[in-house]
């Protein structure tokens, strides 16, 4: 019997309120429950993101997000029946409730099946030159700079490691040796690592070109020098249970115009707007792709990811972005880098 009390919402709280439950639960989802402890729904990190993405604000509440027809089961049923009822259905968590549907329990396939390890491949792109961080990138490759204790990469692969994601392929050129000897095979770090080198400039998505076996389920790309907390598995799940070809995290960027923007119609003024805020959606440089994708992808040429993304939109495919309210920082110049710096510990303390 889990401890579900840190898991339950009520319909009015707000999406603020369901992240703190979500992000401190540790199993993806909040339980919306009544006065009576009847299960109303489930809501998922998913569905909180898909709100975002349609407007919504982190004050509004969740009534309108939740998932209202979860999937349950009886907590009497046995547990090969609620293994095969998950499956079945494509869930990873199933509440379990009594014959009032009054809450009892939630139940995670993964601990029923004992899975920790994923066979699904990330793919870390960590060959660039880092010119704008010069001159601390003359000796040293820019993933291998040290932010807090360790190197960025490092980082980025422990994180993946603690989301059961150990199968890695890091792609190479600037200074690729002192990546090589850093990581070896991976096992120092509980992962298993191999290599491409990039002998000219392929682009995020043309390296991929270099893999020596394409892989066989939905798989991660990231750039090699992100600093993040986002839930690797929440993201993978967005893609799967979205049928995506490729999903595209994105991170929401305000720009504020340092002018009064007027608005007309033929010569007459209709509205003055002084200095309005625009906010836009910005690519965040960490994907899943679908194995399809290697067939729009050329051999051994420049081929960047949002070259990819735009054909794959050209030939209608699911093209999905999932919205990043977690930390996250590109480090591409030094005021950058200053300031991963000054926040680390406070972001990977647990790290």
């Not at 995670?108 to 990330?122: C, E, G, P, Q, S």
């Not at 249970?241 to 119609?265: D, H, L, W």
């Not at 030939?315 to 930390?327: A, L, T």
Request: proline share 4%; net charge negative.
């Amino acid at each position: 019997m889990k401890n579900i009390a840190g898991l339950l919402v009520n319909q009015n709280n707000t999406i603020k309120e369901a992240l703190k439950i979500i992000d401190t639960g540790a199993i993806r989802i909040a339980l919306v429950v009544d006065e009576e402890h009847r299960l109303l729904g489930t809501l998922s990190d998913g569905d909180i993101r898909r709100g975002l993405l349609n407007g919504k604000t982190l004050d509004d509440s969740i009534e309108s997000l939740y998932y209202k027809n979860p999937t349950t089961a009886l907590h009497t049923e046995s547990k090969d029946k609620i293994i095969q009822k998950a499956i079945m259905n494509q869930v990873y968590q199933i509440p379990l409730v009594d014959e009032n549907n009054k809450l009892v329990d939630i139940v995670n396939l993964a601990t029923l099946l004992n899975i920790t390890k994923k066979r699904n491949k990330v793919i870390l792109m960590a060959g660039g030159l880092g010119t704008r961080l010069r001159p601390l990138t003359d000796d040293i490759p820019k993933p291998l700079l040290k932010v807090g204790n360790k190197p960025i990469l490092e980082t980025i692969i422990r994180n993946f490691a603690e989301h059961g994601f150990v199968n890695i392929t890091i792609s190479l050129n600037y200074k690729g040796d002192m990546i090589k000897d850093y990581f070896g095979d991976g096992s120092d770090f509980g992962v298993n690592i191999d290599y491409v080198e990039e002998n000219k400039r392929l682009g995020t998505a043309g390296a991929l070109s270099l893999l020596k076996e394409n892989p066989h389920e939905p798989f991660f790309v990231m750039n090699g020098d992100l600093l993040t907390d986002v839930n690797f598995s929440h993201l993978l799940d967005f893609h799967s249970f979205g049928n995506s070809t490729a999903t595209m995290c994105v991170r929401e960027y305000e720009y504020q115009v340092p002018y009064g923007v007027i608005q007309t119609k033929d010569s007459d003024i209709t509205s003055i707007v002084e200095k309005p805020i625009q906010k836009f959606f910005v690519n965040a440089g960490i994907y899943v792709l679908s194995p399809s994708v290697f067939n729009d992808i050329p051999e051994n040429e420049f081929f960047d990811m949002p070259t990819l993304f735009n054909i794959l939109i050209e030939k209608q495919k699911k093209v999905s972005s999932f919205p990043i309210h977690e930390y996250w920082l590109d480090i591409g110049r030094m005021s950058d880098f200053e300031q991963a710096q000054s926040e680390y510990f406070r972001i990977f303390s647990e790290k």
